[in-house]
């Protein structure tokens, strides 16, 4: 028998030699063979980077774009005002149902609402005040927690008295007011916002980590899972603990300390820090109406209402509101209503065409007719003729309507994917091993049916933006004030030779984003298939 050396110097035999092999490279995931293609291709590179730019842009509209200051130091006289005269109002009104009989179910109830409303009006007084008047503060408010105190007899007298004490201690004119710190645009932001910004920044640093080189991305484990959890997180803890206020402030009014009109300003500013944009949404300006873009005119530019106004980069519209402001917060509208309405259809494509391919039969034939009968209706007059009945256009309604009306070709491709893996092998023992049909579906046949669900998704976000920009350019669309793009741009038709950069600007953006979505979906179409793949 013939006798082989290994190469740790043990003889084996000739039959049974073992062959030494050196250590592979790990095999790469089908999703890390399609990230590995799609980063060689510099154009869809750059589609994706735009589609983040614009997304990013959109999620933190409120710090870009606002008519309130990102952060002051200083007073804030008119919070005073307003917050004094509504304490007076609940305290006369008090006095007033406290002389009614307390077991009537409406007073009761009246009342029970007062009483909550007002200790965060005492709390938002005494935040205002220097400590000098704190101690008389704490004393009055004890006697008026003791005077109107839950389950306790309210006494009218003692509540008129308060009111008028109130009056005349506590009078805007006879109070110095402290001074505060104040963050008014965190101060605005809803849960729903603090969920989208990070979940944005998340998102971006995983990105980030991708793009890092090869040696340094094994040393790194994050899973994408972080971006749903932690920005869930952030937005209930920011719902639980930041009490939800209408701040009604005119802050362009506001002054800087020793300035001129200090006595009479609303808000007196040490220290302030306005967003690069600092214009309101519906922030219009009748005395610079339909001023051109700041780069494009060599004319002096209109002398600005407030001194915390800036430039109009993009110019603005007929009745002066800021279009670049308008632009950014348009986006929310635009590319929301397209990602969302996708997911809304995705998944219903996916749960009819998963049944009609697995069951197949009498099922199948069932919901094909049903596919046929939709398809036959041209889906963007289907959209046009239920959103005419409604009587108020929405977000969420143009989400759902798009959503409900556009599932048919994710169900028909997602059928075709069923029918091809149905009979395969590994379908075959998980019925062997008696799995149910639900854990078949959904836990084997339908990963492996996602690639190309996925590639159809990309191209559907950008036909939702173009309907939805559709509809608003007929008028059908988002109502007023909440701008969008092709709202926006139905705003440019009336002013076309007049005001022309108002259909330039939105309608580049409506391109650039489009094309853009197309771009990705046609390089991950490529780069999910091995018969493409590389191939360009």
């Known amino acids: 028998m013939k006798t082989l050396i290994a190469r740790n110097g043990v003889p084996v035999s000739g039959v049974a030699a073992v062959v030494a092999k050196k250590p592979g490279k790990r095999e790469q995931s089908q999703s890390e063979l399609v990230w590995q293609s799609f980063r060689r291709r510099p154009l869809a590179m750059l589609a994706a980077g735009l589609i983040l730019f614009f997304i990013t842009v959109s999620v933190f509209a409120p710090f870009l774009a606002n008519d309130r200051p990102f952060y002051f130091v200083g007073t804030n006289r008119f919070e005073y005002q307003e917050t004094s005269r509504t304490m007076r109002s609940v305290i006369g009104q008090l006095a007033d149902f406290a002389a009614k009989k307390p077991d009537a179910a409406d007073v009761s109830q009246q009342i029970g609402q007062l009483r909550e409303n007002l200790p965060p009006q005492m709390d938002r007084l005494r935040e205002l005040l220097v400590d000098a008047d704190l101690t008389k503060w704490d004393e009055f408010a004890g006697r008026l927690r003791g005077a109107s105190q839950a389950g306790g007899t309210l006494d009218a007298a003692a509540l008129k008295e308060l009111q008028k004490e109130f009056r005349v201690q506590f009078s805007p004119d006879r109070i110095e007011l402290g001074e505060v710190t104040k963050w008014p645009v965190l101060a605005s932001l809803s849960p729903t916002d603090l969920w989208f910004m990070t979940a944005n920044v998340l998102g971006l640093g995983l990105i980030g980590l991708r793009l890092l080189p090869a040696v340094v991305q094994p040393q790194i484990r994050v899973s994408w899972w972080v971006v749903v959890v932690i920005p869930t997180l952030a937005a209930l803890g920011w719902w639980w603990l930041v009490p939800e206020r209408l701040d009604r402030t005119n802050y362009k009014q506001g002054v800087l300390a020793g300035s001129e009109g200090e006595r009479t300003a609303p808000v007196i500013f040490k220290q302030v820090v306005w967003p690069a944009i600092p214009f309101g949404l519906d922030e219009d300006q009748l005395e610079a109406k339909s001023q051109r873009p700041y780069l494009t005119t060599k004319e002096t530019p209109k002398v600005a209402r407030s001194r915390w106004d800036g430039v109009h980069w993009l110019g603005t519209d007929e009745i002066g509101r800021d279009v670049l402001c308008r632009m950014i917060w348009g986006g929310r509208v635009s590319l929301s209503v397209g990602i969302v309405a996708v997911a809304i259809y995705v998944v219903l494509g996916i749960i009819i065409g998963s049944i009609a391919g697995y069951f ?122 909440t701008p969008s793009w092709g709202a926006i741009l139905a705003n440019g038709r009336e002013n076309l030779f007049r005001a022309p950069w108002l259909i330039q600007f939105p309608g580049l953006a409506i391109f650039l984003t489009i094309t853009a979505y197309n771009i990705v979906g046609e390089t991950l179409r490529d780069a999910s298939d091995p018969r493409l793949r590389g191939g360009r």
């Open 360 to 481: 197949r039969g009498w099922v199948d034939l069932l919901i094909s007719r049903l596919i046929e009968v939709v398809i036959c209706f041209p889906a963007f007059f289907l959209i046009l003729t239920i959103v005419a009945f409604m009587e108020r256009s929405s977000l969420y309604s143009i989400m759902v309507v798009i959503g409900i009306t556009s599932w048919t070709g994710i169900a028909r491709l997602v059928r075709g994917e069923f029918l091809r893996l149905v009979d395969q092998e590994f379908v075959l023992a998980g019925r062997a091993l008696g799995y149910s049909s639900t854990r078949l579906i959904f836990g084997h046949v339908l990963p492996n049916a996602l690639a190309p669900v996925l590639v159809s998704a990309t191209f559907g976000v950008a036909g939702a933006i173009l309907t939805e920009s559709g509809l608003s350019f007929l008028g059908l669309g988002i109502s007023s004030p």
